[in-house]
Nanobody, 126 residues
Framework: QVQLVESGGGLVQAGDSLRLSCVASGRTFSRSAMGWFRQTPGKERLFVAAISWSGDKTYYDDAVEGRFTISRDNTKNTVYLQMNSLKPEDSAVYYC???????????????????WGQGTQVTVSS
């Protein structure tokens, strides 16, 4: 079992920045790919960013490329999502996800991930 706890969400204005954190416990974090997804009411959960277990490979949705940065600290079992130049359309509940992966890569599909956090709300006002 893996427990994931996100934090760092909040209400900000357009153009502001936020950093989300996700702390994992319960299983080998350093051999896991980690992802961030987001969801708005009535819509499907969408890919935002992912990172391989080494941190060498990162993947982004086109909508956030250049504004968001995913990173991880395996000594702290934590993955981060730095979000800059936020837009109202970035408003959503953000979820982190865990995929035990012996290969140093990451998946961009939600179905790849075995464990999910409870989500943290990000609201960007115009």
């Amino acid at each position: 079992q893996v427990q994931l706890v996100e934090s760092g969400g909040g209400l900000v204005q357009a153009g502001d920045s936020l950093r989300l954190s996700c702390v994992a416990s319960g299983r080998t974090f350093s051999r896991s790919a980690m992802g961030w997804f987001r969801q708005t009411p009535g819509k499907e959960r969408l890919f935002v960013a992912a990172i391989s277990w080494s941190g060498d490979k990162t993947y982004y949705d086109d909508a956030v490329e250049g504004r968001f940065t995913i990173s991880r600290d395996n000594t702290k079992n934590t993955v981060y999502l730095q979000m800059n130049s936020l837009k109202p359309e970035d408003s959503a509940v953000y979820y982190c996800a865990f995929d035990y992966s012996p290969v140093d890569t990451a998946c961009t599909r939600s179905g790849c991930y075995d464990y999910w956090g409870q989500g943290t709300q990000v609201t960007v006002s115009s």
